[in-house]
């Protein structure tokens, strides 16, 4: 089977503490449980695509240790053609230090270890899978130069390409916006991107303009409990968050941008898309964890408000 959606990113081993609350610095905090669960943005959002409904592809690296197995046997699991999960000897996989605290907010440090590794000749090796894909994504947890060399490629290609900007320190090279369709930032990341401040809506707005004068197509802000601002130079159009009762934010923003991309991949005009990533990362807040998170597309079609 083809993959219609190729995603060129990250995987981690998220080991994940619950505490009352983040600790501050300096501070030692008595933790109430410590989970190892598959995460990472890149395979995050390729479990997302393929649980909601598209056949994916994934194209990263691990290191040579158990961890970097257990991530790409979860994939498999899922259906995901790992080809281009390449293993780097020497090297240990990616791991996510991340505490969650008792009102589900969490903090997370990411060490790239494999995730360092995708280079753009790595990604050359798989040029065919490029190909072949319909929607290739893109985050920012491996090298730069990489994730630029994969946007370029996929707007040559003629591929629908969308970059999720996670995580953002800063201004994107100017070069890449022409080759973006779609932008997906949260409020810290778009506010990165542009140096507004971006915490509503109201603020979405003007950031989002800023990115379609910079050059890329079309934009979509997630605002977490405050729903999603999609933008384009012809219009923008918030769409309100489905209300759920948070257990744990991780990886929301992953599910929302793998089922949108599923769903674009499938057919469905923007919004349904939008709509159904929406639900999709409603659905996986309100669980704990990356992967586990994740809804099935039969859990989305269910979902009553
Ligand atoms: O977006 C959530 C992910 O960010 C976690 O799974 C962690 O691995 C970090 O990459």
Known sequence: MQAKVVIVGSLNMDLVTRAPRLPRAGETLAGQSFVTVPGGKGANQAVAAARLGASVAMI???????YGEQL???LIREGIDCQAVTRV????TG???IVVDDSSQNAIVIVAGGNGHVTPSVVDSFDGLLDQAQVIVCQLEVPMETVGHVLKRGRELGKTVILNPAPASGPLPAEWYAWIDYLIPNESEAAALTGLAVDSVA????????LLAAGVSKVIVTLGEQGALFATSARSEHFPAPKVKPVDTTAAGDTFVGGFAAALAEGKSESEAIRFGQIAAALSVTRSGAQPSIPAAS????YTP
């Open 60 to 66: 990263g690296c691990v290191g040579d240790d158990a």
């Open 72 to 74: 790409r046997e979860a």
């Open 89 to 92: 000897d020497g090297e240990s």
């Open 95 to 97: 791991v996510a230090l």
């Open 203 to 210: 603020t979405a707005d003007p950031a989002a303009s800023a």
């Open 299 to 302: 859990e989305v079609h269910a």
